[in-house]
């Protein structure tokens, strides 16, 4: 496609549930990088992606965010066992390589939790 | 620690009038500096990157770096009811394996009054 692709766009997940979000970058994009925004807040770093190499992960805030790129392009960030305070909208962003290149933002996957 | 500090605003300027966003950071080591705006719902969006001191224009934007004493700041010029969003400003720091990720800061609320 022709920008970043994130799904869902919108979930409402119940305290406890595990959920996974979807990001598939610009094409022949190697890095790929997840951030949490909460409301009101700029975007939180939470992992990088070269390839299917995680060359980051210091941003994940506990061991149950988990995520992964097996094939160095589609990624998928799962939280397991959703707390209130995981609501944010986690955006997904591509760049042909990391430093000093521009980085795409997809529109973000809206997580509520209930 | 990385830190990225701006005023959260809201900053309203009158249409047609400059206004000026401004961003100090913690990190020496930091080596590009970017200006993203992001409107209410949607993904933050690219408009200046600024990789040496000075300025850089682009139409009605000018970057400005000073590293000396680690600030960057972003002028729109003749500035339009349609700029109204959040600015906000990024950082990237490299290190031995690439890029690090950006760094945000948690954005300017710009209000252009008609």
């Known amino acids: 496609g022709a920008g970043v692709s994130q799904s869902p766009r919108y979930k409402v997940a119940k305290r406890g549930q595990d959920v996974a979000l979807r990001c598939d970058p610009i094409?022949?994009?190697?890095?790929l990088f997840w951030y949490q925004q909460a409301l009101g807040q700029g975007p939180e770093f939470l992992t990088y992606?070269?390839?299917?190499?995680?060359?980051?992960k210091s941003g994940l805030p506990s061991d149950r965010f988990f995520a992964e790129r097996p094939e160095g392009s589609v990624s998928t960030l799962k939280i397991q066992r959703t707390q209130q305070e995981d609501s944010a909208v986690y955006l997904c962003?591509?760049?042909?390589?990391?430093?000093?290149?521009?980085?795409?933002f997809g529109e973000g996957s809206w997580l509520t939790v209930v | 620690q990385k830190e990225v500090e701006q005023n959260s605003g809201p900053l309203s300027v009158p249409e047609g009038a400059i206004a000026s966003l401004n961003c100090t950071y913690s990190d020496r080591g930091s080596q590009s500096f970017f200006w993203y705006r992001q409107y209410s719902g949607k993904s933050p969006e690219l408009i200046m990157s600024?990789?040496?001191?000075g300025d850089k224009e682009d139409g009605r934007f000018t970057a400005q770096l000073n590293k000396a004493s680690q600030y960057v700041s972003l002028l729109i010029r003749d500035s339009q009811p349609s700029d109204s969003a959040t600015y906000l400003c990024?950082?990237?720091?490299?290190?031995?394996?690439?890029?690090?990720?950006?760094?945000f800061g948690k954005g300017t609320h710009l209000i252009i009054q008609p």
């Open positions: 962003a591509s760049s042909y390589t990391g430093a000093g290149n521009t980085i795409y």
């Open positions: 094409s022949g994009h190697v890095s």
């Open positions: 600024i990789y040496s001191n």
């Open positions: 990024a950082v990237e720091v490299y290190s031995g394996g690439g890029a690090d990720g950006l760094t």
């Open positions: 992606f070269q390839n299917e190499a995680q060359l980051d």
